[in-house]
């Protein structure tokens, strides 16, 4: 049974750092690519990171590009996200997720989530 569990999230401040882990079970995760998704309250689900399952290529969207790093340790199947300078606009459910695809593609159709973990930055 495929299955994502994310942990890590919690409240800091502004400034501030968390990482995230999504641990897999049920395949290994270097098999396909990975993403990380978040949503706050009222606005639409958005693509933060992705790291690829063959050359371990790794994407970021623009918002997050240069504070965030994805990675990925095959030893304990599980993908990190790395969070530095947090910024009140980064509060959200951050979910893990994979289309079951070897390449990054925030388009397809994401068939495995796990069940989030709230992120909150505030003072």
């Known amino acids: 049974q495929v299955q994502l569990v994310e942990s890590g999230g919690g409240l800091v401040q502004p400034g501030g750092s968390l990482r995230l882990s999504c641990a897999a079970s049920?395949?290994?995760?270097?098999?396909?690519?990975i993403s990380w998704f978040r949503q706050a309250p009222g606005k639409e689900r958005e693509g933060v990171s992705c790291?690829?399952?063959?050359?371990?290529?790794?994407y970021y969207a623009a918002s997050v590009a240069g504070r965030f790093i994805i990675s990925r340790d095959n030893a304990e199947n599980t993908v990190y996200l790395q969070m530095n300078s947090l910024k009140p606009e980064d509060t959200a459910v951050y979910h893990c997720?994979?289309?079951?695809?070897?390449?990054?593609?925030?388009?397809?159709?994401?068939?495995?989530w796990g069940q989030g973990t709230q992120v909150t930055v505030s003072s």
């Open positions: 997720a994979t289309d079951q695809q070897r390449r990054c593609n925030w388009n397809h159709d994401f068939t495995f």
């Open positions: 049920g395949f290994t995760l270097d098999r396909y690519a």
């Open positions: 790291i690829s399952s063959s050359t371990g290529s790794t």
